[in-house]
């Protein structure tokens, strides 16, 4: 008989207790222990849970220890997604037996993204599992996206022990999950999206993708601070979580790799949404530049990094008249204790007003940025819009401004100066530490290195 135990498990980072604490100590939340019955099943049978719904055997080849010198590595080739911003996220495409999960807000178009994916994978079945959505529903999305694809089966279930069952019948080459926090598992007494759930099924999910080499991609709920919803192990489980991300009530999205096994965590892919799906964006810094007509105060080019991709991006400050005691700062898209920090340097180091004056900072496009490369754009921003000045279309800026009101080097300056030239740029600011050891002369546009904020407001507006 399996032996049915109760425990306490914290829904706000998955810790577990025999008793109700009333403060979590692992993540100091208050009132987050909720009682869960956890059925404890026969040995190994949780491990083999995928085995255990199909007729595969439960008998498997003790593991022994190896030397590492003895141990053979064969670099596995990669399945192309057809999609070169999911490629470049990943490392080059999906690894066999890899677990996936891509995580962000309701309404951002993560299923629409997993669905356009696997309708590109021609030559491959693929097996859409769905708990959120019926047949007709996916049907209709397909239909909106254009795309046909005849080996793309549709599975609306929740049963972890029936869909491994399907699966065993169907012998897909890659599964999709719509998504994790839907599942449930027979082997827990537990509601569907409790962390003893989403833990289970995952596991069950991970050991079927490792034991059979098909990769399995994972769409997960996030929390109103923006992480992934369930346990903290989820993501440890899982071999890549990508965050999907942007404002949906824009058309760009952003999608990062937060963690990835198989490549690098510095990666992102760009895509705009449209009426027939997501557009993979090439050229971002075109399309975020595109609206530019003529020179109005308030805008500056600033050059940034997302990533190993370099983006030109304008930055956007409203400078008035405070008409209350105490005046407003907001910033859209950028960080705003930076931006106080970078207003008190101007107040202290340049000798400007801005006590009395309301400051409202925006970044173009929708994009979140954190790169320290835009201070300088969006210091030159607030000071043209202070004093009604416009900066030349030709002109962009990449440096970080010190608390002292110097100007500090940025990182990987050539692929900033390569994406300047590229757009027609014509004259930048940086560092003067930035210029030391770099060939500008190779460059076809005009560097200005300077070492004082100063002495760049004084070149911008004289």
Not at 183 to 196: F, I, K, M
Request: aromatic share 4%; charged share 20%.
């Amino acid at each position: 008989m399996a032996k049915v135990k109760t425990l306490f498990f914290c829904q706000n980072c998955g810790a577990q207790s025999a008793k109700w604490i009333g403060r979590c100590p692992s993540c100091g939340e208050w009132n987050t222990y909720v009682e869960e019955v956890v059925e404890k099943p026969d040995t190994n049978t949780a491990a083999n849970a995928w085995k255990a719904s199909t007729s595969v055997g439960t008998t498997t080849k003790a593991a022994k220890p190896k030397p590492l010198g003895d141990i053979l590595y064969e670099e596995e080739s990669r399945l192309n997604t057809h999609d070169g911003e999911l490629n470049r996220v990943l490392g080059g495409g999906l690894v066999p037996g890899s677990l996936v999960l891509i995580g962000g807000e309701p309404g951002i178009g993560k299923s629409t993204l997993m669905l356009q994916i696997a309708m590109q994978l021609n030559g491959l079945r693929i097996l859409y599992v769905s708990g959120e959505e019926s047949e007709q529903q996916i049907k209709m999305r397909a239909e909106r996206l254009g795309r046909q694809h005849p080996g793309l089966y549709i599975l609306t279930e929740t049963n972890t022990q029936n869909i491994f069952r399907q699966i065993d019948q169907l012998q897909p080459n890659v599964v999709v999950v719509d998504s994790i926090q839907t599942l449930h598992s027979t082997l827990v007494e537990s509601g569907a999206g409790s962390v003893s759930q989403v833990r289970e099924c995952t596991t069950e999910l991970l050991k079927y993708a490792k034991d059979t080499g098909v990769p399995v991609l994972l769409i997960g709920h996030i929390t109103k601070d923006g992480s992934i919803a369930g346990p903290k192990i989820l993501e440890h489980m899982v071999d890549t979580v990508l965050q999907f991300e942007g404002d949906r009530h824009l058309t760009y999205r952003i999608l990062r790799t937060v963690k990835n096994r198989f490549g690098s965590t510095s990666e992102l892919g760009i895509y705009e949404m449209q009426g027939a799906g997501l557009r993979q964006v090439s050229n971002p810094s075109e399309i975020l530049l595109s609206q530019r007509t003529e020179s109005l105060s308030g805008m500056a080019i600033g050059a940034t990094l997302e990533g190993n991709r370099p983006l030109l991006v304008e930055v956007q400050a409203l400078v008035t008249p405070s008409t209350y005691g105490t005046p407003q700062r907001s910033a859209t898209g950028f960080d705003a204790k930076r931006l106080q920090m970078l207003l008190a340097v101007l107040e202290k180091r340049s000798g400007l007003r801005l006590g009395q004056h309301d400051v409202f900072l925006n970044i173009a496009g929708g994009l979140r940025l954190e790169d320290p490369a835009l201070d300088l754009a969006v210091c030159a921003a607030v000071v043209s819009s202070l004093n009604d000045v416009p900066i030349r279309n030709e002109i962009c800026l990449a440096a970080e401004v010190g608390l002292s009101g110097e100007i500090r080097a940025v990182s990987r300056l050539d692929q900033r100066l390569s994406e300047a030239e590229k757009l027609g740029f014509a004259e930048m600011y940086i560092s003067q530490f930035n210029a030391k050891g770099l060939d500008l002369a190779r460059y076809g546009i005009r560097v200005h290195p300077s070492g004082r904020l100063d002495e760049v407001l004084t070149g911008l507006f004289g």
